[in-house]
């Protein structure tokens, strides 16, 4: 799931003041939010609840963009004596280059050259090649899609048509991928899209649903939504969107693929869209829940367990420094779990790692987790895109050094042990976006699609990105 570009949005603060962290408790659950459900339709549970149409929906989004990496400055847990660092190096090219140019946008029209911060890689095939998703920033009608292995692709397909933002994308089973989109431009009012595309099948059109209904996320554009799919094709939703100018509403859904349109559960309104903000969703089907977190670092966090076809969740504050940037259910039933801890008096940024059992999702303490990189600044951690656990392992790739210009990778595992940690190389522009995922087989020692955008100026002095992709092998 790519770390939130809100960690980005407080590199200034790390830079300038300073403080270390404290690991702080969560409150105890607080007594249950009432929650209104749509009307009519019908979803995945069956009835209204979480599946019916509704004309109060919304969305939002906030997908992971982050890494680590880096000297100066970096403090992290004491070494597990018995885990070896993996010394990683690059397939196709080097350190001093030969890696793959996917594309130049030094020519695109308009006034836009630099990719917006949403950027995924999703494997498709065997996993010996992968799909990559991306967009400019700005508003745009399409977004990007490359295609990438360990031979050459030849031309790239054409931009996929959207309408509006790509927001959040990752693999719906193993033979396809999925994209959501909050579409503005149509008719009706903006809607969430989910574009389906067959993994089998390069540079073909996606299959394109609506999520929800036209209109269903208000007017005022202030919009965000992640999501996160399970085994059975049931996707968790979780969005924002403003109500008015002082209003702002987290929701909730359950869309079943190939399912008509939901409606969203509202589940808390909030002064500032910063509050209301979906920072990381999980959905446990053995438990028959899901498990939501809204809010924003340095602010206020929310965590909300809604059952399947509730018309009300339950509610506790996370009080204190951490914040919730990604969960994960891992093939053993377990919660995975990372946690950010920010300091800005000192300064001082720790990531914090972990699994729990899903019984206690809604009880787990801070403490729990394993203070797996500290770092005194970002610039320290390499700030990408990242796809999520997997085998219960965190793979970070990203930028490091004040000019972000160091590409850089960490391996955490789930018990908070670093398992790689280098800098594969220097870029000669700004580390824009960054993104690691297992080649094939996803065991720690093996290879690895590698990719990344960097931004260079011109001539004339505008900024154009450009986007690299290559392959590293660890052992």
Known sequence: MPLPSRLRSILPALAILGGCSVINHFDDVKPAVTATAGNGGSGPTGGAGLGGASTSGNAG???????????????DAAPDANIRLLNCRFVIGSATGGHRKLDDLSQVPGTERV??????????GNGTSVRILTQLKGQQTTYLEYFASD????????????NGRLVDAHKLDASRSGALIIESGGTGGPRLLLHTFDDATYGAQPVVSAVTNAG???????????????????????????VSSTTFSSMFGLYTLGSAPIGLLTLLNYPTSDLARPAAVVRVPSRGSTYAFYGEILQAENEFEIKDGATSATMRAISGTPFALLTNLDSAGKLDVMMADIDVTIPSFKLLVGQVDPSQAMSFDATQLVPAKQASS??????????GFVDDTLLFGGPTGLGRNQLSILFIDAAGRTRAEQKLADTAGEISNAVVIPRGSSALIGQYHIAWSETVVDAT???????????????
């Open 461 to 475: 002095g505008q900024k154009y990105d450009t986007v690299w992709y290559d392959q590293i092998e660890c052992f």
């Open 216 to 242: 269903a996320l208000g007017t005022s554009g202030n919009i965000d939504a992640i999501f996160s799919p399970d085994s059975s094709g049931v996707l968790a939703v979780a969005a924002s969107f403003g």
């Open 61 to 75: 989004s906030v997908v992971g963009d982050s890494g680590m990496a880096g000297s100066g400055g970096a403090a």
């Open 151 to 162: 031979v050459g692709i030849g031309t790239q397909p054409p931009p996929v048509v959207s």
């Open 115 to 124: 990719l917006a911060d949403k950027f995924f890689m999703l494997p498709t």
């Open 378 to 387: 970002l610039t320290d951690v390499p700030i990408g895109s990242l796809p």
